[in-house]
């Protein structure tokens, strides 16, 4: 059973375009981290949080934490085909490592 | 670069066949996490060592066992390949092993023929 969710699985978008990539879950995180990965490379971190209702943003990225501290989006704004990349949500619940959604395949054509 | 080094970045095995998956943590970070990610299945938590000992451990086969040195590198074993066992091995490192934000290496990529 995967413990975080992530939606849409693939998504296919024109350059300039916004989109929001959603991650969810019915289990509570201490914190929740969004990954990016691109093909043969080891995902890399892009934030954190921790808080529930926080909202971070990176440049074009935003990212939110659920109130409830189950879920979390992620949005950019104005994408470009550099943002083309496989996003990850991760959860961290004391004592375990953190649980990894399945991804968001983002794909941002010129 | 993230600062984690795994070794080798590709491998091609027969079924049944044994190897030895290589990391080495970033400087300072005292834990190492092994994942393994396929198409289906995502990344899949294996195992955790903090500061050499056993933290947690996740969805990690019997065929399969690991460990972290003195010098806090970790080799992650695998036994008895199947061809199901074809994927991409990450290794992570973090500071601590308080689920704090963790640097993955570039992967070994398993192929079991």
């Known amino acids: 059973t995967q413990l975080l969710e992530q939606s849409p699985q693939f998504l296919s978008i024109q350059e300039g375009e916004n989109l929001t990539v959603y991650c969810n879950s019915s289990?509570?995180?201490?914190?929740l981290q969004w990954y990016r990965q691109e093909p043969g490379e080891g995902p890399v971190l892009l934030v954190t949080v921790v808080t529930g209702g926080e909202v971070k943003k990176l440049k074009r990225l935003t990212f939110q934490f659920g109130d409830a501290r189950k879920d979390s989006s992620l949005h950019i704004t104005a994408a470009q085909p550099g943002d083309t990349g496989l996003y990850l949500c991760?959860?961290?619940?004391?004592?375990?490592?953190?649980?990894f959604g399945k991804g968001t395949s983002l794909l941002v054509t010129p | 670069d993230s600062g984690v080094t795994q070794t080798p970045k590709h491998l091609i095995t027969a079924t049944g066949q044994r190897v030895t998956l290589r990391c080495s943590p970033r400087?300072?970070?005292?834990?190492v996490y092994w994942y393994q990610q396929s198409l289906d299945q995502g990344l899949q938590f294996l195992i955790q060592y903090y500061n050499g000992e056993e933290r947690a451990k996740g969805n990690i086969l019997e065929r399969f066992s690991a460990q972290q040195f003195p010098d806090l590198h970790s080799e992650l074993n695998l036994s008895s390949l199947e061809l199901g066992d074809s994927a991409l091995y990450f290794c992570?490192?973090?500071?601590?092993?308080?689920?704090?934000?963790?640097?993955f290496g570039q992967g070994t990529r398993l192929t079991v023929v």
């Open positions: 992570a490192s973090s500071v601590s092993g308080g689920n704090t934000e963790a640097f």
């Open positions: 991760a959860g961290a619940r004391a004592p375990n490592a953190l649980n």
């Open positions: 400087s300072g970070d005292l834990s």
């Open positions: 289990s509570v995180f201490s914190s």
